[in-house]
């Protein structure tokens, strides 16, 4: 998630279970410091390797068993101030379980999300990402606003309480949403003749009504857009298809390039959901994640560089370039977008 949401949570997690211990605000602080110390990790990166911030974004910092060496350096850095060490002597044991709680907080929000994080480091590198909630939502971020406010400002404790458990429930919708855009994806794979070896369905930017939907089948990554309004059937907008690209479909040029294993760092980040992009075949994309809802146009990926280039890739971030319409997610969250059909009417995947 966003750091201002890990933040705000990190925060009403110290606030409600450990103000009247630490006083509010001194538990509010340091729930807030924690809950956003984890994306620190966003300063790791290598001139010589564009990768290395990608692999270590959500890396050891977001690991659960790291959680508690993490509270532990939030709590020393605070103790450095000399006031404070004294005014929280006798109670390092609460001010480093306020951290603690804060920092898990932050490695558990982060894992419902798509993006993928190395929840269990160092036991395996294997990337949770359980697609329940967006990146960014304003509703669940909205509810720990309204919620610590309020708490802080006229020093009410349940406040803090019911803005955790309106983003709780407002994550618990969608976990209900994300099933029931799995079947719908079931159904419309079914409906083409298709039988996905893989698939994954994620929520999209700030909301949990229109899912992006992949699926393997046949050497080709398929792509849909599923609306699962709170009432009513599911309804898609059928997509495209584009070529899975494995190590095997690298070209001569890029596997002479690939010293030092980026393509398989890559897809691992990627989660094996790469194709090359329809406006640049020299760009390996990240099929999760499209500027367009007309087309494949991916955020980021990589390039293969030329031999005398001084990293053997190029790192493509493209984040800055979002091209879709507010009128037309708008449309598509009303559910007047007349590109959705019912799931068994679907048009098939372009091919």
Same mark, same amino acid.
């Given at each position: 998630?966003?750091?201002?949401?890990?933040t705000?949570?990190?925060a009403?997690?110290?606030?409600?279970?450990?103000?009247?211990?630490?006083?509010?605000?001194?538990?509010?602080? #340091?729930?807030?410091?924690?809950?956003?110390?984890?994306?620190?990790? *966003?300063?790791?990166?290598?001139?010589?390797?564009?990768?290395i911030?990608v692999?270590? +974004?959500?890396?050891?910092?977001h690991?659960?068993? $790291?959680?508690?060496?993490?509270?532990?350096?939030?709590?020393?850095l605070?103790?450095?101030?000399?006031?404070?060490?004294e005014?929280?002597?006798g109670?390092?044991?609460?001010?480093?379980?306020?951290?603690?709680? &804060?920092?898990?907080? +932050?490695?558990l929000?982060d894992? %419902?999300?798509?993006y993928?994080t190395?929840?269990?480091?160092?036991f395996?590198?294997e990337?949770?990402?359980?697609?329940?909630? !967006?990146?960014?939502?304003?509703? $669940?971020?909205? %509810?720990?606003?309204?919620?610590?406010?309020?708490?802080l400002?006229? /020093?009410?404790?349940? /406040?803090?309480?019911?803005g955790?458990?309106?983003? &709780?429930?407002?994550?618990?919708?969608g976990?209900?949403?994300?099933?029931?855009?799995v079947? %719908?994806q079931a159904?419309?794979a !079914?409906?083409?003749? +298709?039988?996905?070896?893989?698939?994954e369905?994620?929520?999209?930017?700030?909301? #949990?009504?229109?899912?992006?939907?992949?699926?393997? +089948?046949?050497g080709?990554?398929? %792509?849909?857009?599923?609306?699962?309004?709170? !009432?009513?059937?599911?309804?898609?907008?059928?997509?495209?298809?584009? !070529?899975?690209v494995?190590?095997?479909?690298?070209?001569?040029?890029e596997?002479?390039?690939?010293?030092?294993?980026s393509?398989a760092?890559?897809?691992? $980040?990627?989660?094996?959901?790469?194709?090359r992009?329809?406006s640049?075949a020299? *760009?390996?994309?990240?099929?999760r994640?499209?500027?367009?809802?007309e087309?494949?146009d991916?955020?980021?990926?990589i390039? $293969?560089?030329?031999?005398e280039a001084?990293?053997?890739?190029?790192?493509?971030?493209?984040?800055?370039?979002?091209r879709?319409?507010?009128?037309?997610?708008?449309?598509?969250l009303?559910?007047r977008?007349?590109?959705?059909?019912?799931?068994?009417?679907?048009?098939r &995947?372009?091919?």
């Open positions: 998630m966003d750091p201002l949401t890990h705000l949570l990190g009403s997690f110290g606030y409600f279970c450990f103000g009247r211990r630490l006083g509010r605000a001194t538990a509010a602080g #340091v729930g807030a410091l924690a809950g956003a110390a984890p994306d620190l990790d *966003v300063l790791i990166g290598s001139a010589a390797d564009p990768l911030a692999e270590y +974004h959500r890396h050891f910092t690991a659960l068993p $790291f959680a508690p060496v993490g509270a532990a350096l939030v709590v020393g605070l103790l450095v101030y000399r006031s404070w060490r005014r929280w002597r109670h390092l044991g609460a001010v480093w379980a306020c951290a603690l709680a &804060a920092w898990v907080s +932050h490695c929000l894992s %419902a999300t798509s993928g190395q929840l269990m480091w160092p395996t590198d990337r949770f990402g359980w697609d329940f909630i !967006a990146v960014v939502d304003p509703v $669940f971020t909205l %509810a720990l606003v309204i919620g610590l406010s309020v708490a400002i006229r /020093a009410r404790p349940g /406040a803090a309480l019911a955790l458990i309106v983003a &709780a429930g407002y994550l618990g919708l976990v209900v949403q994300h099933t029931r855009a079947g %719908a159904a419309v !079914a409906s083409r003749g +298709h039988t996905p070896t893989r698939f369905v994620m929520p999209t930017l700030g909301n #949990v009504l229109v899912w992006r939907a992949l699926y393997e +089948h046949g080709k990554i398929h %792509a849909d857009r599923i609306r699962v309004g709170l !009432a009513g059937g599911a309804t898609v907008r059928g997509g495209w298809a584009l !070529a899975t494995g190590a095997g479909e690298l070209t001569a040029a596997r002479a390039r690939d010293r030092r294993r393509f760092r890559f897809a691992w $980040f990627s989660e094996d959901w790469v194709a992009s329809p640049d020299s *760009v390996l994309g990240d099929m994640y499209s500027l367009s809802t087309a494949f991916p955020i980021w990926g390039r $293969f560089t030329a031999p001084p990293t053997e890739i190029e790192w493509v971030n493209r984040s800055r370039d979002r879709v319409s507010p009128q037309e997610l708008w449309e598509e009303q559910g977008d007349p590109r959705f059909k019912p799931v068994g009417n679907v048009a &995947a372009v091919q």
